[in-house]
């Protein structure tokens, strides 16, 4: 299986920063992945996939990057409700995997 | 557009079979995409169970593929999941999603607790 590798467990952030999220591969994916965000008790919300292609209504502020064996998600600026977990998934080979998920947190 | 709702006992029983069943509405199973099953367990990440085609055809996670079995029903515009021999490491919330060609969830179901009691 491809064990998939996320980066800060946490993240601690205020409105309007900056953020980064990186996701590893324990082997490369290519381009296949996908970001997802998540809030308590709620499923999974697609953001971006195929490393970087943002879903129809999805606020520009996403963006993902990123080959191989390691990607990024960047929120430009952060806004209230960006406050969730972000989760990334390797569709490249089967089993797909999951990260573990970082929880982005209000400082 | 499309809509995902499980449905399914939140409590079973260890050594007896959980059963979910997730109805679509808004999309037509037949018309095409993947339909998977996914889990989280409390307080960890996402697990993939495996996925099934509007054809019968399936795939399914190594690791818990001698206990599962996924099926369709397109008159009904339903999928399911069965899951045999359940033990307490199986209590999770189980998600049912839309599955892209490529691999990705692009819609999901709301989830739904299944709690394995002793």
């Known amino acids: 299986?491809?064990?998939?590798?996320?980066?800060?467990?946490?993240?601690?952030?205020?409105?309007?920063?900056?953020?980064?999220?990186?996701c590893r591969a324990s082997q490369t994916v290519s381009r296949w992945l996908a970001w997802y965000q998540q809030k308590p008790g709620k499923a999974p919300k697609l953001l971006i996939s195929e490393a970087s292609i943002l879903e129809s209504g999805v606020p520009s502020r996403f963006s993902g990057s990123g080959s191989g064996t390691e990607f990024t998600l960047t929120i430009s600026s952060l806004q209230p409700d960006d406050f969730a977990t972000y989760s990334c998934q390797q569709y490249n080979s089967f089993p797909y995997t999951f990260g573990q998920g970082t929880k982005l947190e209000i400082k | 557009q499309v809509q995902l709702q499980e449905s399914g006992p939140g409590l079973v029983k260890a050594s007896e079979t959980?059963?979910?069943?997730?109805?679509?509405?808004?999309?037509?199973?037949?018309?095409?995409?993947?339909?998977?099953?996914?889990?989280?367990?409390?307080?960890k990440g996402l697990e993939w169970i495996g996925n099934i085609y509007y054809s019968g055809s399936t795939y399914y996670n190594p690791s818990?593929?001698?206990?599962?079995?996924?099926?369709?029903?397109?008159?009904?515009?339903?999928?399911?999941?069965?899951?045999?021999?359940?033990?307490?490491?199986?209590?999770?919330?189980y998600y049912c999603a839309r599955v892209h060609s490529s691999g990705y969830c692009d819609s999901w179901g709301?989830?739904?607790?299944?709690?394995?009691?002793s």
């Open chain 2, 110 to 117: 709301q989830g739904t607790l299944v709690t394995v009691s």
């Open chain 2, 18 to 43: 959980l059963s979910l069943t997730c109805t679509v509405s808004g999309y037509t199973i037949s018309s095409g995409y993947y339909w998977g099953w996914i889990r989280q367990p409390p307080g």
């Open chain 1, 1 to 22: 299986d491809i064990q998939m590798t996320q980066s800060p467990s946490t993240l601690s952030a205020s409105v309007g920063d900056r953020v980064t999220i990186t």
């Open chain 2, 64 to 93: 818990l593929k001698s206990r599962v079995i996924i099926s369709v029903d397109t008159s009904k515009n339903q999928f399911s999941l069965k899951l045999s021999s359940v033990t307490a490491a199986d209590t999770a919330v």
